[in-house]
Structure formats: structure tokens, C-alpha cells
């Protein structure tokens, strides 16, 4: 069954996607760029960061095929690939999220063991 | 997030072509979580995917050479399935090897999954790891089974059973 065709993916591609996605400030750069294109001086703007330490991790999002640059040759935005997020996001997600759920019961059936450490952490969030 | 959020993490990776590694923190000691995965008394509290589900077999014969045999239903769909498993290698508290299959795959093979458990500061970190016999297998077996959301994942196999 090809439902989503990600079978396709090479993996190095999702590997470099996972990696680009694995830091939080690629992260917030990705949801910016999710409203629209952004140079990189507005890019930085935000972030406690040097314009160089920018640039660095939009080269690695590039690499991942993340995002890529805008048709203006001056300001050289930045936009988003929306493909690839899609890809990897899709990829894994179902799966954590199935053993995720069996993870939280067995959370919770743990607290409630003889014996079981009491900690705050016990307390659980209610849906 | 708090911390102890990002402790209880689950990470979800593909470290190789042919494995899907999870790791996952518990607030708990080692030898509870063991007994959390393979006491059927408590695996049938847990294990059990999508709402609506629940385990109606939980066969356990943990030894080398042991066999176990699960099975889950959903009674409002009236669907169920079946998984069956060797044990290859169990080292109490801390590793179990075994071999599984679902009683009608939707990938060929069978896959070999490492349970490790490791205990740092009465937190125990679990680590499962399967290995399926080639990258085409691991990802039909991520796709067709699992990866198209939650909701219908196990409706998936089912369809695919009945």
C-alpha cells in the first residue's frame, strides 16, 4: 500500500530532515517562515543570536531541503519547503503517537504500583 | 515544558535502514518497569493502541526459547488480531530479545525486537529497537500499519485481515 508514498524517501533525506528538525531555534524559524518568506535580517530579529549563528542554521535547514531562497536577489528571502516537513512529519508520527498512548497509560499504571516511587510527576495533566 | 515532560519523552527514530528505535523515560525503578512489560496482569493494563481496543490474550512464557502470544479487540467494530513472539534472549531486569509476528502481517519476515531497560536515579529508560529484514519491509511496515494516524491504524490492519 503506497498511501503516502514516503517509502520513496531516501533515507539520508530524512535523516538531514530530522536533524534540521531536532533544534528548537530551526524549529521557530520554520513557523515563522510558515506565515511567509522572511530575509534573514528579519529573520534574526527575534532570536538572541548573532546574524552568523542565523545563517548557520538556515544553511543546515537548506540542506534538508527545509526551506529555500526566494526569487528576490537582493533581500534573498528565505521560504518554506512545505514537501519535505510534510514527509518527515507524516513519516514517524503515527507511530509515536500510537506507542505514546500506551506509553502514558503505562505511566500511569506505574504510579500506581506498590511500592512506586511518589513523586510530583505522578500528578498527570487531565485531558 | 516542564521537565518532567521532556523526560517522559517519547523519541521515535530510524537510526538505520532496517530499525525503528524508541526511547522512552518512566518514573519508576527498573524492576517494575520489567514486570510493567512482561507480567501479562499488567502488559493487558497498557499495551493496547487506539481507544476502544483491548487486550483479550496475553500469553507470556518468558525464557529463551519461551513463546508469548497477544491478542487484541475492538468489540465495538467486532475486529481482532493477533501477535506471536519467540524469546531469544531475557536477562532479568535488564534485556529481552524476542522475534514477532502478526498472525496475518502486512510485512513479510518477522521482526527482531531489543527491549533494554536501564536505571539512572530510580528513572528507567526503555529502549526498543526492531529490526525487520530489509529498509522495504521496515517502512511497509511503518506505513501500512501504523503511520496513518492513530485513529485508523489498527483499522488499517484489520481491513487488511479481513
Known amino acids: 500500500m503506497e498511501l503516502l508514498g514516503y517509502g520513496k524517501i531516501p533515507a539520508e533525506r530524512l535523516n538531514a530532515t530530522f536533524t534540521a528538525l531536532a533544534d528548537p531555534t530551526r524549529r521557530a524559524i520554520l513557523v515563522r517562515l510558515a506565515a511567509g518568506e522572511l530575509s534573514v535580517t528579519e529573520l534574526a530579529a527575534p532570536f538572541a543570536m548573532s546574524q552568523p549563528a542565523i545563517s548557520k542554521h538556515l544553511k543546515v535547514l537548506e540542506r534538508a531541503g527545509l526551506i529555500s531562497r526566494g526569487r528576490d536577489a537582493q533581500r534573498r528571502p528565505r521560504r518554506i519547503e512545505a514537501k519535505p516537513l510534510a514527509e518527515a512529519t507524516g513519516w514517524l508520527e503515527g507511530y509515536r503517537q500510537l506507542w505514546e498512548g500506551n506509553f502514558q497509560r503505562l505511566d500511569a499504571l506505574l504510579g500506581e504500583l506498590p511500592g512506586a516511587k511518589r513523586t510530583k510527576r505522578t500528578k498527570h495533566r487531565r485531558k | ?162
Open chain 2, 1 to 162: 515544558m516542564n521537565h518532567a515532560e521532556a523526560k517522559r519523552m517519547l523519541e521515535v527514530t530510524t537510526p538505520t535502514d532496517r530499525e525503528i528505535v524508541m526511547t522512552r523515560a518512566f518514573d519508576a525503578p527498573r524492576d517494575r518497569v520489567f514486570d510493567a512489560f512482561t507480567k501479562p496482569e499488567l502488559v493487558q493494563r497498557w499495551l493496547l493502541g487506539p481507544d476502544g481496543w483491548s487486550m483479550i490474550v496475553c500469553d507470556v512464557d518468558l525464557r529463551a526459547g519461551g513463546t508469548f502470544h497477544y491478542a487484541w479487540r475492538n468489540d465495538a467494530e467486532d475486529k481482532q488480531f493477533g501477535l506471536n513472539g519467540d524469546y531469544r534472549e531475557v536477562a532479568r531486569p535488564e534485556r529481552i530479545v524476542h522475534a514477532e509476528r502478526f498472525d496475518q502481517s502486512w510485512y513479510p519476515g518477522d521482526a527482531e525486537v531489543t527491549t533494554t531497560f536501564e536505571e539512572r536515579d530510580g528513572t528507567t529508560i526503555v529502549t526498543l529497537t526492531t529490526l525487520f529484514d530489509s529498509r522495504e519491509i521496515r517502512d511497509q511496515a511503518i506505513e501500512s500499519g501504523m503511520t496513518d494516524g492513530v485513529a485508523i491504524s489498527f483499522d488499517r490492519l484489520e481491513n487488511e485481515l479481513g
